[in-house]
């Protein structure tokens, strides 16, 4: 499997007025020498489609690239084709569908990005293959055992009795700002993203500006931080986050109940008050490969990681500071009970033998 940033990228930047951040190579993946330990038969050799390559798109950010990085590995180890895995923007990684220099896009997000998908589908050469996981949510939080309490950490619930966003207006003084006692503390989305503006108004929104402090956390390394600390020490916390990621795969998080999501509520004008929108990450991939890999379009079909597992597989890869091809031995021995639904045996087989 090879790993490298396309040169596509640049040519689709000029056509679709999209920024693109490249990210440099990592290491590839194992070879397939390595013994079985699973006491199981030989595998069988893959079938030779070496005169096929298959493109799978690393939109940069942890979930989408272990997932490329990992069926790349089942495609290649599995069923006998070479594969590549380039970095490109998100919206880049799936016109370039279009355009033929992408086979699969592990993570698309159809409502965020649902114009530029729904151009790609009308036009032929993709289609959507299946769920890589789900749900894809972002929301507000606050710890578990402040309304659960935590009896092996000695931890009373503080707030038992708590049922919705509105709610808070009765516990504010939980969350209370060290730098200003008169209001609770609210901990904001990264500066400059959308949800920064959409979350001030949304406290507006829900009447809790005059009990609640917005925070800016500067970066989402300061805004985890501050999730870590908190929960590390059973302290209140009361912010923005999403899901999957690899800080809700070590901190036990509530998320606060909001009125369902509503478009008619989702605009400036009405405060965005409601529950952000759920989605899911959806493979798109090229309808060529009805033709060129049916059998690994199949096992794009198949592909579905829980959103637990993703959330336990992203802290590993934080902790570890491993590459996404240095785990996936690693997922694919912890969760054999996972991945091995989405292919037949003696794919399977092969894949373990090379992990």
């Known amino acids: 499997m090879r790993r490298h940033t396309s040169a596509i990228v640049t040519v689709l930047l000029a056509a679709t007025l999209l920024t693109t951040t490249f990210a440099g190579c990592s290491p590839a993946a194992p070879g397939a020498d390595a013994p079985s330990e699973s006491g199981e038969s030989a595998a069988t050799p893959a079938p030779d489609h070496s005169d096929e390559t298959l493109v799978f798109a690393d939109v940069s ?19 006998g084709y070479n594969t590549e895995v380039i970095v490109a923007a998100n919206m880049v990684a799936l016109k370039s569908i279009e355009t033929g220099d992408v086979d699969v896009h592990m993570d698309v997000e159809i409502r965020s990005i649902g114009e530029v998908y729904q151009e790609v589908v009308d036009s032929g050469k993709a289609e959507a293959l299946g769920v890589s996981y789900t749900p894809v949510w972002q929301g507000w939080l606050v710890p578990r055992y402040m309304i659960e309490g935590d009896a092996e950490r000695g931890i009373e619930a503080t707030m038992p009795d708590f049922e919705d966003v509105f709610d808070l207006i009765t516990y504010w003084e939980l969350f209370e700002d060290p730098e200003d006692s008169s209001k609770g503390r609210f901990f904001n989305c990264v500066p400059g993203w959308q949800c920064e503006k959409m979350n001030a108004l949304k406290i507006e929104g829900y009447g809790l500006d005059e009990y609640f402090n917005v925070m800016s956390p500067g970066s989402d390394a300061a805004l985890s931080a501050s999730m870590v600390a908190a929960y590390e020490k059973g302290e209140p916390w009361f912010g923005y986050y999403w899901s999957p990621s690899w800080v809700l795969g070590m901190a036990d998080m509530y998320r606060v109940p909001e009125p369902e999501f509503d478009e008619d509520l989702w605009t400036e004008e009405s405060k965005f008050a409601c529950a952000y929108s759920v989605d899911d990450g959806n493979i798109v991939g090229a309808t060529s490969l009805q033709e060129r890999a049916p059998e690994v379009r199949d096992f794009l079909f198949e592909f579905n990681i829980p959103l637990e597992v993703m959330n336990d597989l992203l802290l590993y890869l934080h902790e570890s500071g491993k590459s996404a091809s240095e785990v996936v031995p690693w997922f694919l021995t912890r969760y054999e009970d996972v991945w091995t639904e989405w292919v037949p045996a003696d794919v399977a087989a092969r894949v373990k033998a090379a992990a």
């Open 61 to 79: 950010w942890a979930a989408s690239t272990f997932m490329s990085t990992l069926a790349a590995f089942i495609a290649e180890e599995g069923y």
